[in-house]
């Protein structure tokens, strides 16, 4: 029987510390458990696909997890190290019963943990919690499997190169960030045309250069150095497991998330009119008004990359996106987050505009927002924080809505509180027609986080 840290089982992953809640015993009794989840496989021997990201700790982890799984008779599909995408790439074009990657994503180097796919589809919430259930009690499957080895860089690339449609050549800047995209990135510049600039390609663990989370301006200050000196169209940048894209335009300023998918909506609406797009919560307003707009469905959801994609299969979503950088093409694709197909999909629409970036971006709707405000909370105060809030905001008569924390919305605008999923911090967002407004919105915020003696400035 095996029991896990309490904080590592999230909503839509598994991920701790290295050493202090994540073991290599946790990787094992995470093999031995999704390896044992029957009926589910249709097979006595599922094939199951496993990959690493660049992480020191992925090996022994890996190796652990690997052991777990052939213990209940699963024939494993080794990759090696590769970005996340690529894993799910893998299940999809080899048509596996599933897949489980090892990788921190975009959180620090000493963090590790799993993401998994169970057959094509999202492995998340119930499931995460059956499988630490399994695990307890010990209901494992006995066998005796495999493992090969499968190199499947060349296929992935090969896609990915083929949903180029460009026409003008660019010059474009590539930041890996250190992280597993690194080598997908080398090989896929050299099959794509235009003129090309890559940063930090070296798959290291220790992330020597700058943290790699693209959601942060602070981590994309290279890209933007490099985009200035050499007169590039674009910079792209990729998190630790490369299914999330951060851009920049030819001016070195950033677009977020929202606005990337607003151009990624305008693009598919153009044939497929009436098409559902999918946002998260934290996504500006302007972007649900631009896609209606367009003649688009717009929906809000959940923030977490298997819940969006859950949302995505139920409404049959050509596209979908979060502000956090994960890019989700159901359009000519197969309908999972990745970075890389978001960046070839995105040359393709630039390459095919007569406009600048900045131009493209300037001509979306304007609004006064803040970025993603992240405030330290203790992972097992911050969802009691959310449930008070809420019950404070009915007894007030707020009008807002908690498909994923709070969205309030008043005659300023909007401001958002959640809990995340994946870091012991609170997330929080503001939105306003105006800056006077934009800072009534954040002082009525911070009343708010006062009220549960929450310090924002820490």
């Not at 996340?84 to 994503?105: H, K, N, Q, R, W």
């Not at 963090?111 to 494992?140: P, Q, S, T, V």
């Not at 359009?331 to 630039?350: F, I, K, Q």
């Not at 390459?351 to 992240?374: A, D, G, M």
Request: charge should be negative; glycine fraction near 10%; charged fraction near 25%.
């Amino acid at each position: 029987m095996h029991s896990f840290h309490f904080s590592i089982l999230r909503e839509y992953d598994i991920r701790g510390i290295v050493g202090e809640t994540l073991f290599a015993a946790d990787a094992y009794a995470i093999g031995r458990a999704f390896g044992s989840f029957k009926p589910e496989w249709k097979t006595k021997h599922p094939r199951i696909a496993i990959a690493r990201d660049g992480r020191l700790s992925s090996p022994e982890l890996e190796a652990s997890l690997i052991k777990g799984l052939t213990d209940c008779g699963v024939e494993v599909v080794q990759l090696g190290i590769g970005p996340t995408p690529m894993l799910y790439f893998a299940v999809c074009a080899l048509e596996l019963d599933g897949g489980i990657m090892v990788t921190g994503s975009h959180n620090p180097p000493a963090h590790n943990g799993f993401k998994f796919m169970l057959g094509r589809k999202a492995f998340y919430g119930a499931d995460i919690k059956r499988l630490g259930d399994a695990a307890k009690n010990a209901e494992y499957h006995e066998g005796k499997g495999s493992i090969t080895q499968k190199n499947i860089e060349r296929e992935y690339v090969t896609i990915l190169q083929k949903a180029y449609k460009g026409k003008r050549p660019l010059k474009i800047a590539w930041d890996a960030g250190n992280g597993a995209a690194g080598r997908i990135v080398e090989i896929l510049t050299q099959g794509l045309p235009g003129t090309h600039s890559t940063l930090f390609c070296e798959i290291d663990g220790t992330f020597p250069n700058h943290h790699p989370d693209p959601s942060e301006a602070k981590n994309l200050q290279d890209l933007i150095r490099i985009v200035h000196e050499e007169g590039c169209d674009v910079g792209l940048a990729f998190d630790g497991d490369g299914d999330r894209i951060g851009v920049v335009d030819e001016t070195g300023e950033i677009l977020w998330g929202d606005q990337l998918l607003a151009l990624f909506a305008a693009d598919i609406l153009k044939e497929h009119k009436g098409a559902t797009i999918i946002a998260d919560v934290k996504a500006s307003k302007s972007l649900f008004d631009e896609i209606a707009r367009l003649g688009g469905t717009p929906l809000m959801w959940k923030t977490g990359h298997s819940l969006i994609k859950t949302k995505m299969a139920e409404t049959g979503a050509l596209l979908a996106g979060e502000m956090s950088g994960h890019m989700f093409f159901a359009d000519a694709y197969y309908g999972y987050d990745d970075g890389l197909y978001a960046a070839v999909r995105l040359l393709s629409l630039l390459s095919n505009s007569q406009e600048k970036l900045s131009v493209l971006r300037k001509c979306l709707p304007q609004t006064y927002s803040t970025p993603e405000i992240r405030i330290n909370c203790e992972e097992s105060r911050k969802f009691v924080v959310i449930e008070e809030l809420t019950k404070r905001l009915r007894q007030s008569g707020a009008v807002f809505s908690d498909i994923d924390g709070v969205r309030v919305t008043t005659k300023e605008g909007w401001w958002l509180l959640r809990a995340s999923n994946t870091q012991a911090v609170l997330v929080a967002r503001c939105e306003s027609i105006s800056p006077e407004g934009l800072d009534r919105l954040k002082a009525e915020l911070y009343a708010e986080l006062a009220a549960n003696n929450i310090n924002v400035a820490a």
